[in-house]
């Protein structure tokens, strides 16, 4: 990353993940928005990681890439995860390690027993081999390809706008719970969310 840092025809942002549970900033659909609007050509997004249920970057990504390594014990857990249900390609890094071929054997195992769909094309790439990261570059083209037929374009507008208000409303309401004193709380729970309905159409306040 340090090699492409100061080209200017490349953005790079570190974004916190803060307190949120799917490995994904809060303000990343805003990010993206902006970043797409500004005309760049592609987005990378890079997760903290996901557990077995967190995989909100399937509603903002167009190809989405499970990227594991061998030997680590994180290829026995995402052959539990959500994410390996809908991943568009699986990439084992690293390839040049012990394990590589058989963390590739078990999850062609896994993914044919599990997957509803066909399984995801996998990958092995390493750092002193060009060929995985051609094929890589190949697959994730045809992926998409397969994006910009005719109706994908308005399907994927609709997923990341639903993804962005989803978010705005969540952090609304984080906000509104923040101010609302403890002993709030002592009170019936159908008063505290009649209360706090009223205070979700209120005007955000602005902080000095």
Same mark, same amino acid.
């Given at each position: 990353?340090?090699?492409?840092?100061?080209?200017? *025809?490349?953005? @790079?942002?570190?974004?916190?993940?803060?307190? +949120?549970?799917?490995?994904?900033?809060?303000?990343?659909?805003? $990010? @993206?928005?902006?970043?797409?609007?500004?005309?760049?050509?592609?987005?990378?997004v890079e997760t903290v990681g996901?557990?077995?249920?967190?995989?909100? @970057?399937?509603?903002?990504?167009?190809?989405?890439l499970l990227v594991l390594m061998?030997?680590?014990?994180?290829? $026995?857990?995402?052959?539990?995860?959500?994410? %390996?249900? +809908?991943?568009?390609? @699986? $990439?084992?890094?690293?390839?040049?390690?012990?394990?590589?071929?058989? +963390?590739?054997?078990?999850?062609?195992?896994?993914?044919?027993?599990?997957?509803? +769909?066909?399984?995801?094309?996998?990958?092995?790439?390493?750092?002193?081999?060009?060929?995985?990261?051609?094929?890589?570059?190949?697959?994730?083209?045809?992926?998409? $390809?397969?994006?910009?037929?005719?109706?994908?374009?308005?399907?994927?507008? *609709?997923?990341?706008?639903r993804y962005r208000v989803h978010? %705005?409303?969540?952090?609304?309401?984080?906000?509104? %719970?923040? *101010?609302?004193?403890?002993?709030?709380?002592?009170?019936?729970?159908?008063?505290?969310? *009649?209360?706090?309905?009223?205070?979700?159409?209120?005007?955000?306040?602005?902080?000095?």
């Open positions: 990353m340090d090699s492409v840092a100061d080209d200017p *025809r490349i953005y @790079i942002r570190s974004l916190a993940s803060g307190q +949120t549970q799917d490995g994904l900033s809060d303000n990343l659909p805003e $990010v @993206i928005a902006a970043i797409d609007d500004f005309g760049f050509a592609e987005i990378i996901v557990g077995q249920s967190e995989y909100a @970057i399937r509603q903002l990504a167009d190809v989405e061998p030997g680590s014990g994180d290829a $026995v857990q995402a052959m539990k995860a959500g994410i %390996l249900e +809908t991943a568009d390609i @699986i $990439v084992v890094n690293k390839a040049d390690l012990a394990g590589a071929q058989a +963390t590739a054997h078990d999850l062609r195992s896994v993914l044919g027993r599990r997957r509803k +769909t066909p399984a995801p094309p996998i990958v092995l790439v390493r750092h002193d081999e060009d060929a995985g990261l051609h094929e890589l570059s190949r697959l994730i083209d045809e992926a998409l $390809v397969r994006c910009a037929r005719p109706g994908a374009e308005v399907a994927r507008r *609709r997923r990341l706008n978010m %705005l409303a969540v952090r609304r309401l984080n906000e509104v %719970l923040e *101010r609302l004193p403890a002993s709030r709380f002592d009170e019936h729970a159908a008063d505290v969310y *009649r209360d706090l309905l009223a205070r979700l159409i209120e005007p955000p306040r602005n902080h000095d």
